[in-house]
């Protein structure tokens, strides 16, 4: 316990929550973040508790790194140096703990006045979707309470506030507010989700909850802040913005009949959908590129739509001084995709290089004339002019130093329309879980905000261009309508009986779940990308390659009734 002022007046506590990025596995860059914030948080804000998000010493998530002895060193190091700090205000932070029995929790420390003076274990641990946590943490079993200014304050970690159990024991234990740190990705729709459970939290225990998350890209993840506090009604009492990092500072004081919420700056509204999925990819792709010590991007410019918001990304977060893309038209395109590329190019300052491929593809073609003698191979073709784009792409890439970005779509990774070492080749791919529909609603929306993207590449059917005249429909329904079976068949986990239902044709979706089950060995081998929708193709939706699943048709439609 820390204090003990247990009178009705005079208990007020100077909050501050740390939404900031803390990239995974940087302990002692993350333990100078922490040092650096919970300063100016005293300095500027007047801070007297500091929280942080979910083992921020680590980063999230830390995954398999758990496993490695030199991490747990220097966590327990970051530690040490934590207690001998007198002169910051107190601090709340995750961390992972290892007890001297080998078990592994996820915890958070409380210090205050350079000592250690309360621990709290993380009670429900998610295994779900991106969630690994049982394959690591052991649970943990108590409340913890402390008390600063006055207040008793009970300590909890992310999922313990998604479930109602831990609240039961923290009513019990005579808290007066709710502390919870956060590691929670984003996702369309996740914060209407989290602010929903915090409301039935505060309506079952009548107690104010600050909740602190994680911000920045990791990986194939995005956190997206939004951290807030709500008062024991449940209402919003202070919102931090969406993608944004930064200190937000709360006051709670104790009242006779609980613990109100005053707050001293304005709540951040929150952005729309299409802002906040537009920014929620720029964040992945700045702190991707960040992490990994590139200095750029390379891509290729096709003057479709895919490739054109690939590039305003790439800019939006990295400017246009370290992004390079080439032009690779071929015999099939179109004159205007050419001039429409180079125009975007133009129109964002990036420098652009024109390389046509003709030449580079009937050498290819050449070599390889007496093996394939006289079979067909329009589609060994088709995919032989993507792999040579690839091929000069990746040599572009690996001579500057800099990350090649794949411009796919979901869409294209659901059903296989995609070229293994051609159009797939990358180290990052930004638009992995944006369906083509939300590929064309986020560079409209970019449009709305600066006119960068040409209108005819917004107006013309999408094309691969690697035939007379082919156009995307020649091969798939159209995107609206292969859009809704992806988000039902591998979002939503519905079968076809049930999507066809809703009037959607039997053979068209039997075709379409045998293209998905039968792409896995190529999604296998995408390059990351962040993950914006429920459900996104890579760590949450893990499928065999190989399997004799099939996805079981719809009965046939019973015969009408005949008339009289």
């Avoid at 070492?421 to 970019?446: E, H, N, T």
């Avoid at 009037?503 to 039968?518: F, H, N, V, W």
Wanted: a neutral charge; proline letters at 7%.
């Amino acid at each position: 316990m820390v204090g003990a002022a247990d009178g009705m007046s005079g208990r007020r506590l100077r909050l501050v929550l740390a939404q900031l990025h803390f990239p995974v596995g940087d302990v002692p860059g993350n333990l100078r973040r922490v040092r650096q914030a919970a300063a100016r948080a005293r300095r500027e804000l007047g801070a007297e508790l500091v929280l942080f998000p979910e083992l921020c010493l680590t980063g999230y998530p830390p995954d398999d790194l758990l496993a490695r002895p030199e991490l747990h060193a220097q966590v327990e190091q970051a530690l040490r140096a934590l207690a001998g700090e007198r002169a910051l205000p107190a601090l709340l932070l995750g961390h992972p703990e290892r007890t001297p029995d080998g078990r592994l929790y996820n915890a958070c420390s409380l210090y205050a006045q350079g000592t250690l003076r309360a621990r709290y274990r993380k009670q429900q641990l998610p295994n779900y979707g991106v969630f690994d946590e049982r394959r690591h943490f052991s649970p943990g079993r108590k409340v913890v309470l402390c008390t600063l200014g006055g207040l008793r304050l009970a300590l909890t970690l992310c999922e313990d506030l998604w479930h109602p159990e831990p609240l039961a024991s923290i009513r019990e234990s005579g808290a007066q507010v709710i502390l919870n740190l956060n590691a929670s990705p984003y996702h369309l729709g996740k914060h209407a989700e989290r602010l929903r459970q915090l409301q039935e939290r505060t309506r079952e225990s009548a107690l104010p909850i600050a909740y602190v998350n994680l911000v920045g890209g990791q990986d194939e993840l995005v956190f997206d802040g939004a951290s807030m506090v709500l008062d024991s009604n449940g209402v919003t009492r202070l919102q931090a913005p969406q993608f944004q990092e930064g200190l937000f500072p709360v006051e709670l004081r104790g009242v006779a009949d609980g613990v109100t919420v005053v707050t001293e700056v304005a709540s951040e509204p929150l952005p729309n959908d299409e802002e906040a999925v537009y920014t929620a990819l720029v964040t992945a792709l700045r702190d991707y590129l960040g992490a990994s010590g590139l200095r750029g991007a390379v891509l290729g410019l096709s003057g479709g739509v895919d490739s054109a918001l690939t590039l305003c990304l790439a800019v939006d977060a990295l400017g246009a001084e370290h992004v390079e893309t080439l032009l690779m038209p071929s015999r099939y395109s179109a004159r205007i995709s050419t001039t429409d590329a180079a125009a975007l190019a133009t129109r964002l300052g990036v420098r652009a290089y024109t390389l046509p491929i003709d030449p580079l593809f009937d050498a290819f073609r050449k070599a390889l004339r007496g093996i394939f003698e006289d079979t067909p191979r329009e589609v060994t073709e088709e995919n032989l002019q993507a792999r040579v784009r690839g091929t000069l792409l990746m040599a572009l890439a690996n001579q500057r130093g800099k990350l090649l970005l794949a411009t796919g779509n979901k869409s294209e990774a659901a059903v296989g329309y995609m070229t293994l070492y051609g159009d797939m080749a990358g180290g990052f791919a930004p638009l992995k879980d944006l369906s083509k529909s939300w590929v064309y609603r986020l560079a409209r929306w970019r449009n709305r905000r600066r006119a960068d993207i040409p209108k005819r590449i917004l107006e013309r059917p999408p094309s691969a261009e690697l035939r007379p005249g082919q156009v995307d429909q020649d091969s798939l329904p159209p995107y609206a309508v292969l859009d809704r079976i992806i988000t039902g068949f591998v979002e939503q986990d519905r079968t076809l009986e049930e999507l066809a239902a809703e009037g959607l044709e039997p053979e068209l979706l039997t075709r379409i779940a045998t293209l998905i089950l039968g792409s896995e060995h190529k999604r296998r081998q995408a390059p990351p990308g962040p993950k914006v929708t429920y459900r996104a193709f890579g760590r949450e939706r893990r499928y065999p390659i190989s399997s004799g699943f099939r996805a079981t048709p719809p009965p046939p439609a019973p015969p009408a009734p005949e008339g009289d």
